[in-house]
Every structure is written in structure tokens, then in C-alpha cells.
């Protein structure tokens, strides 16, 4: 469970929740990790993480003045991007499971994760973690099949 940036001088910031309001927090109880590359392995990714300040995140080897510094401390990891004409670029991408707010809103119902792909015009860069986390809905929604000779699976009661 991550608690990364909820506290600040000994007290729990609740990020704009009331006292009674909910708080989400995530827990794996069950994960997989895989890697082609052996140092890019899990293990070898937690022995190169940043030490300071003392929280798991990769470090940022940026200068404090360059544009792309401010995500890279809230969590998004640069990606390969590959254009649809074939050019190739990078991009940013920020997991579900980084802790903080993302300020960015969506309008549903959406075509396609084209329509999610976000560009900031002060890194010149996009961001595809919407496009990537509906295109990852679409394709197990779409490997979701019945054993059933593919008819639809309803749920007895």
C-alpha cells in the first residue's frame, strides 16, 4: 500500500477529503513482474532507485529548471511512442497506481485511445496514460471469453 505524499510535517494529508469522506488505497495482494532484460529485472530496478528523498521512485537526472523535472517527480516514466505513420518519438506515462491527483479531465464516451492521448505543450511531449489504460480495458474485455463454445456468459442464479 503506498502512502507516498500523504504526509506532511507528521500529519496525514488527505488531499481534499473531508473528515468523512473516502479515502482510496491501493493493496496487491497478488502481481507478476516480467523483463527481457535481467538488470531491468524488478530486483534491479529497487536497487537503483532514488534514495533521496526516501521514497521508490526512479531518479530524476533532470536539471531543476528543465520542463520535463515537475513529471518525473510526480511519477510519469518516459516511453517509447510509436506513431501510427511509423515515426517514433517519446512520451510520458503515469501508472494507476502513483500515488496524487491528476488535474486532467475526460470526456466519455470515447471512439477510441487516440481521443485519450494528451499533448503538454511545455515538456512538447504526450501523455498516453489514459490512451494506455482504455486500450489495456479494450484488450481484456476482448480476451474475455466464455468456455462455453463462445456464447455469451451469463451468470447463473
Not at 518525473?72 to 511509423?86: A, C, I, N, S
Not at 490512451?131 to 471469453?145: D, H, I, K, V, Y
Request: hydrophobic share 35%.
Amino acid at each position: 500500500m503506498s502512502l507516498e505524499k500523504r504526509y506532511t510535517n507528521g500529519q496525514f494529508d488527505f488531499q481534499g477529503a473531508g473528515a468523512n469522506d473516502w479515502i482510496r488505497l491501493v493493496s496487491l495482494a497478488h502481481w507478476s513482474f516480467f523483463s527481457v532484460e535481467p538488470e531491468q529485472g524488478f530486483s534491479g530496478l529497487l536497487r537503483n532507485l532514488g534514495r533521496q528523498p526516501n521514497t521508490l521512485q526512479l531518479p530524476v537526472s533532470l536539471p531543476a529548471s528543465s520542463p520535463a523535472a515537475p513529471c518525473l517527480e510526480q511519477g510519469y516514466v518516459p516511453v517509447t511512442h510509436r506513431m501510427r505513420r511509423g515515426s517514433k518519438s517519446v512520451s510520458f506515462y503515469r501508472g494507476p497506481l502513483v500515488p496524487g491527483e491528476n488535474p486532467d479531465s475526460v470526456s466519455l464516451p470515447v471512439r477510441c485511445a487516440d481521443e485519450l492521448v494528451r499533448y503538454d505543450p511545455a515538456t512538447r511531449l504526450f501523455d498516453v496514460s489514459y490512451a494506455s489504460a482504455w486500450e489495456l480495458g479494450r484488450m481484456l474485455t476482448l480476451a474475455n471469453t466464455c468456455p462455453r463454445a463462445r456464447r455469451s456468459c451469463t451468470p447463473r442464479t
